[in-house]
């Protein structure tokens, strides 16, 4: 019988206090390079902030220690609940005493937005210093990380956030498999995950900022684009592609890293339950990639026949810059980061004719890979919808036939698609009630449905282009802004995993 591993001091601390104490040292980062511009007062600001949240976690673990505490996979999610609702709150603290021109709540809602890698900012990028951009990048990439580690050590067991497809499990309790089960120490199984993905995440994120100074960003600017694209959080600086020094160069880097958002085999294969873990065969890829390439090409046909009409049709750098501008920003957003390529512009002024922001949208409610930093509906599940309704109409013509399993459906369980289509109806009616919920709140019915599917997909920069004209939220009123932010961290965790919550088993005892 395999030995348990008993977990270390450290990881006998509630996952919530871990969480709280990486994010009161993540605060140096800021307060250094604060120092380093001789901006003392944001300097301490984020230290004071740091070493106040330090004193406290450990107050805490202290008083705790000698009090038994479980530790099964749903209160982990109530944990991480908790990491989108209350954490904010402890981030804002040194965001607001730094800028010092805003309210406390207001702060809390950009934190919500940062950790829930939505990216939707209250503030213009000229209004935020360096440090505090900074920051905002941080707190999304931590939030990307966490997705990444919630997903496989989280998740997974409950069958929850997509791999209700796949599992033999029903959602929200807990599947035996590699690494899981009752006799597997929930903790020991987070502390691995952690361990194996840290090193990968933060690479990649190295990897992307060194390939963006060497075609001249500027550095913070690199820095924050490597974080935002690896979190898929859309964060920037300077306001987005427009601002940014690289040009189609750093588009292309970071259009090559949006990829990892396509699918989880894109960078590990330990969340792999059934099927193969071979990347060609991966639906989800494939699916990613046939999006990728023919909305481009539709979108650039139509803009085409628009220059026509313009005597403009013979412009061939135009012709490929509106191409190029089409490619990436459709990548953008299905991965739900949100970045709009520097071109996305010239196509409209190539053509003349505007690109409706519903494409966007709908390319936001896909989403991207299940168990990576992306939101949406997820393209497991829609590939699942897609197969039940191939099936449905095959059984039209031949009533009695019956399809074999083959490499396309080895991923998706019996009942993966009552699942998906339960999800889609899910997300359908928390859409429908929020876009409720902000019209009433004095929202027209254009900026409620932006912001609801913005806030539900993760993808923030939707504010500024899913409408005709950007909506502002710093204009909103706190209530609105409360249900902006509960419908962040809906889109973030799922209704799925929000009902799991209410189940009796993690409120007995």
Known sequence: ????????????????????????????????????????????????????????VTLIALAMASRPSRHSPLSQLLSLFATFVILPAFLAIPFHDALKTTTFFNAYVEMVSAVTTTGASLFEPARLSNSLHLWR???????????????????APLSLGGFEVTSQGA?????????????????????????????????????????LLIVGENSLVALCHAMSVMATSGISPVGGMDGAHAGMAGEGILFLFMFFALSRLTFS?????????RLDR???????????????????????????????????????????????????????????????????????????????????????????TAGG?????????????????????????????????????????????VFFMLFAVSLAVIAAALAALGLDFENALVLSIAALSTTGPLTELG?????????????AKAVFSGAMVLGRLEMLAIIALLTPDLWRN
């Open 171 to 211: 959602p929200g309790r807990t599947v035996v498999g590699p690494m899981r089960g009752p006799g597997v120490d929930p903790r020991v199984r987070l502390a691995r995950t952690t361990m194996t993905l840290a090193p990968i995440y933060i690479g990649l994120t190295v990897a992307v900022w060194v390939l």
């Open 137 to 155: 990048a941080e707190v999304g990439w931590l939030g990307g990380f966490l997705m990444w580690v919630a997903a496989s050590s989280i998740l």
């Open 467 to 479: 409408s005709s004209n950007p909506v502002r939220l710093i204009e909103l009123g706190n209530m």
């Open 1 to 56: 019988m395999r030995r348990q591993t008993i977990p270390g001091p450290l990881l006998r601390m509630p996952l919530f206090l871990q969480i709280s104490a990486v994010a009161a040292i993540s605060m140096l980062l800021p307060s250094a390079h604060a120092l380093v511009l001789r901006d003392h007062a944001t300097s301490r600001s984020f230290f004071y902030s740091g070493l106040m949240g330090l004193i406290v």
């Open 377 to 421: 509906v997820k393209l497991l599940r829609v590939f699942a919808l897609y197969l039940s309704g191939v099936r449905e109409m095959q059984r039209l013509v031949h009533p009695s036939s019956v399809t074999p399993e083959g490499s396309e459906t080895s991923r998706i369980q019996k009942n993966g698609a009552l699942l998906a289509f």
């Open 269 to 277: 294969s330990d969340t792999v339950a059934r099927g193969h873990a």
């Open 282 to 372: 991966d639906p989800e890829f494939r699916v990613g990639l046939l999006i990728v390439v023919v909305l481009p090409l539709l979108l650039f046909l139509r803009h085409w026949i628009g220059a026509i009409d313009a005597n403009a049709a013979e412009n061939a750098s135009l012709a490929l810059r509106a191409y190029w501008g089409s490619t990436f920003t459709v990548m953008s957003f299905l991965t739900t980061t949100g970045f709009a390529s520097a071109d996305w512009a010239e196509a409209q002024q190539w053509s003349g004719l505007p690109t409706p922001g519903i494409i966007l949208m709908g390319l936001a409610v896909f989403g991207g890979g299940v168990a990576t």
